[in-house]
C-alpha cells in the first residue's frame, strides 16, 4: 500500500521525431502499469541536425502539442511528472530559446538530458526487467542505442559496467552526412560500412569484444532489425534474431536499390533514410561480439524515467544499484589513466567513514556521497599526462569525461575536488567555482575538505594506517588512527589539512596516532 502518495504520475519526452507521453499507476513500491501512451510525430532533427537551430514555427507546434499534454495530466490530476528533452533540442543552437518559449506558452520546466543521463536512466528501465539479470550476472553484453542523432554503447561483465560511450553517429545523422552518396556506382550499404567502420573501430580498444556472448540493441530505430528478419519472441519486451538470418538478409540488401528495398519491406521514404545506417551500425557492432544472435530488447528513456520517478518516491534505496554501475564504469576509465589503485581505495574508504561519521552535521546525502567517491577515484588521473601540476589535468580530464548517470553539474563538482586537492584550496583560487550555483559551491568545499583529510591519511601511499576510529560533535573532530609504522608524513599532511575543514565546518581535526596493538 502507498503511504499518503498519488499513485498517477507521468513523463513527458521531446525526442528527435515525435513527443511522447506515457502515464502510469504505481502498483506497489518498486513498479508500475502503464496506463496511457501518446504519440504526436513531429521531426526536429531535421532542422536541429542539418541546420542547427529549431525554427520558431516548429518551436510553436512543440508548445501546442506540450499544451496538449498538459490538459492531459490537468484531467488525471497528475502533479508528479517530468518533462524532458534529448539530443534534438540538446544540440540546437537556439536551445534557451526554446526553453523559455516553452515555459512562457505552456508553463512547463523542460529538463534537457546530457547523453550520460539518457544512458543512466534507460539502464534503470533494462536492469527492471527480470529477463535481462540472469546474462548481466554470468557473461559479458554490449548493448547498443540506435538513435537517430546519437547513439551509445555500452559493455557489462559479470554484472558490472565496464565501458559506457556516446557516439554522435546515430542514423539519421549518418544519413545527412552520406546521402549524396547514394547516387554512386558503389553500393550504398558498402560506402556506409567504410564510413562508419573507423568510428567503430574506436570501441576496440576499450572492450573485451572477444569475450562478449550478448548483444543487445534499443532504441529508436532497433525495429529494423525486425522488420529485416521476423524475430522469435523470448518475452513481452524481448525477441531474438539469430546472427546467421540478420546476415544472410543483410547481404542481401547491400546492393538492391533504395526503391527495391522500400517495396519489399514496405517502408516509407522518411524510413528508408534511416534503414540502412541502422543496419549497418548494428552488423558493424555485432561484428565485435560472439554472440549467437541479436537481442532486440522493447526498453525506452520514458520506463527508465518512471522507474526514476517510482523510486525518488517510494524506493530512494534502489538508486545504490545505479551507483555502483556508475562507480565500477569510473573505476575503469581510472585504470585507462594508470591510477593509483590502493591508494584511490585508502582515501575512498577514509572519506566514506568521515562522510558517515559526521552525516548528522554536514546536511548532503547519498548524490552527494556518490560524487565524494568519483572524486576518490578520478583526482589523481591527471598524473598520466603529467606529474607537475597533475590536479589541473585531473579536472579538466574528469570534465571531459561523459560518464553515464553524471550530470554536467555533478561533474564539475568532481572536477573541483580534483584541482584543490594540492596545496590550493578554494577560497585562494576560485575560478572552478564560479562556474557553479552557490549551493554546488558549498557542497563543493564540503567534500574537497573531506577528501583533504582523507588523502592526508595515506600520504605516503603505503597504506600505513589500518583502521581509524572517529568522534565528532560540534566542538571536536577526533580522528584516532592505527598504525603499525611511522606515520610522520601523515600527521603533517593532516596538520596542513586541517584548518581549511575547520574553516568549512567550523571545528578543527585532530589527529590522534595509536599502534595496532592498542586497536587490537
Not at 534537457?112 to 526487467?129: H, P, V
Not at 556506409?192 to 573501430?201: G, K, Q, V
Not at 580498444?205 to 525495429?223: D, E
Not at 546476415?247 to 517495396?263: D, Q
Request: hydrophobic content about 40%; overall charge neutral.
Amino acid at each position: 500500500m502507498l503511504k499518503n502518495k498519488s499513485s498517477l504520475f507521468s513523463v513527458i519526452t521531446i525526442g528527435s521525431h515525435s513527443i511522447k507521453m506515457l502515464v502510469a499507476e504505481a502498483i506497489n513500491e518498486k513498479d508500475f502499469k502503464v496506463i496511457e501512451k501518446t504519440n504526436y510525430p513531429i521531426n526536429l532533427a531535421r532542422e536541429s541536425f542539418s541546420k542547427g537551430f529549431i525554427s520558431v514555427p516548429m518551436v510553436m507546434e512543440v508548445c501546442s502539442i506540450l499544451n496538449k499534454l498538459k490538459k492531459l495530466l490537468s484531467e488525471y490530476r497528475i502533479s508528479d511528472f517530468d518533462v524532458i528533452a534529448t539530443s534534438a533540442i540538446r544540440e540546437a543552437k537556439n536551445k534557451l530559446f526554446i526553453l523559455d518559449k516553452i515555459m512562457i506558452t505552456t508553463g512547463l520546466h523542460v529538463r534537457i538530458l546530457t547523453n550520460a543521463e539518457e544512458r543512466y536512466l534507460t539502464f534503470k528501465s533494462i536492469r527492471n526487467n527480470y529477463f535481462l539479470l540472469e546474462d548481466f550476472a554470468t557473461t559479458s553484453s554490449l548493448f547498443l542505442d540506435l538513435g537517430s542523432g546519437s547513439i551509445s554503447v555500452s559493455i557489462y561483465s559479470k554484472n558490472k559496467l565496464t565501458f559506457s560511450q556516446n557516439l554522435n553517429m546515430g542514423a539519421l545523422r549518418l544519413y545527412e552526412e552520406t546521402c549524396e552518396l547514394e547516387n554512386e556506382n558503389t553500393s550504398y550499404s558498402l560506402l556506409l560500412e567504410e564510413f562508419t567502420s573507423s568510428n567503430i573501430d574506436r570501441i576496440i580498444n576499450f572492450g573485451p569484444h572477444k569475450r562478449i556472448l550478448r548483444f543487445f540493441i534499443f532504441g529508436n530505430n532497433a525495429h529494423f532489425v525486425s522488420t529485416l528478419c521476423k524475430p522469435e519472441k523470448l518475452y513481452p519486451k524481448l525477441s531474438y534474431v539469430s546472427r546467421e538470418s540478420f546476415l544472410k538478409s543483410y547481404e542481401e540488401i547491400k546492393y538492391m536499390s533504395p526503391l527495391e528495398v522500400m517495396k519489399k519491406y514496405n517502408l516509407n521514404e522518411e524510413e528508408i533514410d534511416l534503414f540502412f545506417p541502422s543496419l549497418v551500425l548494428v552488423k558493424g557492432f555485432l561484428d565485435l561480439t560472439i554472440s549467437s544472435g541479436i537481442y532486440i530488447t522493447d526498453v525506452t528513456l520514458r520506463e527508465g524515467l518512471l522507474y526514476n520517478l517510482l523510486e525518488k518516491t517510494f524506493n530512494p534505496d534502489a538508486q545504490k544499484v545505479d551507483y555502483n554501475d556508475i562507480l565500477s564504469s569510473a573505476r575503469h576509465i581510472a585504470k585507462r589513466f594508470k591510477y593509483d589503485k590502493k591508494h584511490s581505495r585508502e582515501i575512498e574508504k577514509f572519506s566514506i567513514e568521515i562522510f558517515d561519521a559526521i552525516k548528522d552535521y554536514h546536511g548532503i546525502g547519498n548524490r552527494e556521497k556518490l560524487i565524494l567517491q568519483l572524486a576518490c577515484i578520478l583526482y589523481d588521473t591527471g598524473k598520466f599526462l603529467s606529474y607537475e601540476n597533475h590536479y589541473k589535468y585531473s579536472a579538466d580530464i574528469i570534465e571531459a569525461l561523459d560518464l553515464v548517470g553524471v550530470s554536467e553539474n555533478d561533474l564539475k563538482i568532481v572536477s573541483a575536488c580534483a584541482k584543490y586537492q594540492g596545496n590550493s584550496t578554494p577560497r585562494e583560487n576560485s575560478y572552478v567555482l564560479d562556474k557553479m550555483t552557490e549551493e554546488d559551491k558549498i557542497i563543493s568545499a564540503k567534500l574537497i575538505a573531506i577528501i583533504k583529510i582523507a588523502d592526508a591519511l595515506d600520504r605516503s601511499h603505503k597504506s600505513k594506517i589500518e583502521n581509524i576510529e572517529i568522534n565528532f560533535s560540534k566542538k571536536e573532530f577526533i580522528i584516532t588512527a592505527y598504525s603499525r609504522e611511522d606515520t610522520t608524513l601523515e600527521e603533517w599532511m593532516f596538520k596542513k589539512n586541517a584548518s581549511f575543514f575547520a574553516e568549512v565546518f567550523g571545528v578543527m581535526p585532530e589527529l590522534i596516532i595509536k599502534g595496532l596493538l592498542n586497536y587490537e
